[in-house]
């Protein structure tokens, strides 16, 4: 089986949940089961009377790895221009969903995309879903991410094998985004076939995305909210409040502490709030209250953009609060650095058993935590030091 998902993401908790090393998996053995990540399919084969288990990825390139966003460090894209943006249709409104919604009517009527994977949620009970949407009045009807964990790559092969559909967008989490660029990033030529037809991916910012069963324990239990009143979920930016908007106008907020620990445990070590590795980022952070920021950091999410500029069904101004950005990338630093902790983990554990990683694991820790020392106090530990 795959050691590095094992040793490198699964056992530190630190899956982001995206699914795409079980979209890519080539024998199927990879599969969601309870818990915060995939699980390896235990195979068994029959010889003679007895039945004995095998290594189900024996021969395999481990196309797994080659899609895992979490075996990577990845340095932000550098963004090309930064809006504050509403839809003028085909839903007029400046909320972060119905500005995708706008960006993808838009790129569906002109021909740029012909389908969208896209987390969904199912409007009357709130399950999260992968989908494929093809038309635009699938786009329009679709609820779109609403900070509700389903693996969004679940739905990648049906859309690529069934859907035979050539231009896709991807909208989902950050992290998802980033899957799609170390997808991007592979050589193996049997990735090939996504690597075509993914153009466009839109992130949403993302502070961390809740289990389906914040629905009924929180929003049921807590906030005596039904499923099918919430129109969209809201997180605030700081990680303050939760929020439910309801059909009928109305809004309840909670603290977002009574839904901390329905989190993803993945979330936890995750670095990138603004969506870093997309084509087109989108959130409320540094907005003028009813629009959305647009971060485009490629030159295919200018297009989407300017597209849906041209055709009516988007306006956008450089009113954005930059300062507000930039200090939610602060807080990626504050990750990071737990990020960081954790890389070191495993190198301590690697030196157990590696007597010549032990000089690697020790400069690590001294990069990561040496602190200035004062002369006297140095002067003092040399005197007592017996080398241990
Ligand atoms: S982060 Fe995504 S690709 Fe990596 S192990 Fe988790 S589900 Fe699989
Ligand atoms: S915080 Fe958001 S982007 Fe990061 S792992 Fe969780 S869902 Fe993915």
Redo the contacts with the bound molecule.
């Keep these: 089986m795959s050691k590095r998902l094992e040793t490198e993401v699964w056992s530190l908790d630190t899956c ?3 699914g795409l090393c079980v979209a890519a998996c080539s024998k199927q053995v990879l599969a969601w089961a309870e818990g915060d990540h995939p699980v390896v399919e235990k195979r068994t084969k029959t010889v003679g009377y007895t039945k004995t288990n095998f290594d189900s990825c024996t021969f395999c390139q481990h196309f797994c790895e080659e899609a895992c966003p979490r075996l990577q460090r990845w340095a932000p894209l550098e963004s090309r221009s930064v809006l504050a943006a509403s839809a003028r249709g085909p839903v007029k409104s400046g909320a972060p969903n119905d500005v995708i919604r706008a960006i993808l009517t838009a790129g569906r009527s002109s021909g740029l995309l012909d389908g969208v994977i896209m987390l969904d949620v199912n409007p009357w009970s709130l399950e999260p879903v992968a989908r494929v949407v093809t038309t635009v009045e699938e786009i329009v009807s679709a609820m779109g991410p609403q900070y509700l ?1 389903a693996p969004v790559f679940d739905a990648l092969n049906e859309a690529v094998f069934e859907g035979g559909f050539q231009n896709l967008a991807v909208v989902a ?4 985004a980033q899957a799609i660029r170390k997808l991007k990033s592979s050589t193996n030529p049997r990735l090939q076939v996504y690597q075509e037809v993914i153009r466009l991916t839109v992130a949403i910012f ?4 809740y289990k389906p069963e914040v629905v009924e324990e929180v929003l049921v239990k807590r906030m005596d909210v039904a499923p099918e009143q919430v129109k969209r979920l809201e997180i605030s930016p700081d990680r303050e409040w939760m929020r439910a908007v309801l059909w009928d106008g109305s809004v309840r907020t909670i603290p977002r502490q009574q839904a901390e620990s329905f989190t ?1 445990t ?2 936890g070590s ?1 670095d ?1 709030y603004l969506g870093e590795s997309a084509d087109i980022a989108i959130g409320t952070l540094g907005a003028p209250e009813g629009t959305s920021t647009l971060i485009i950091r490629s030159r295919t999410g200018d297009i989407f953009v300017r597209n849906a500029i041209q055709m009516n069904l988007l306006e956008t101004t450089h009113r954005v609060d930059e300062a507000a950005l930039a200090a939610a990338a602060e807080e990626k630093d504050r990750r990071a650095r737990a990020q960081a902790f954790k890389d070191l983990q495993i190198l301590m554990l690697d030196a157990l058993a590696d007597p010549l990683k032990r000089g690697e694991a020790i400069q690590q820790f001294t990069r990561l935590y040496r602190t200035p020392v004062r002369p006297g106090v140095l002067k003092e530990v040399r005197s007592g030091c017996t080398g241990c």
């Design positions: 982001a949940g995206c964990w989490t950050p992290c998802a993302c502070t961390g995305i993803r993945g979330c995750c990138d």
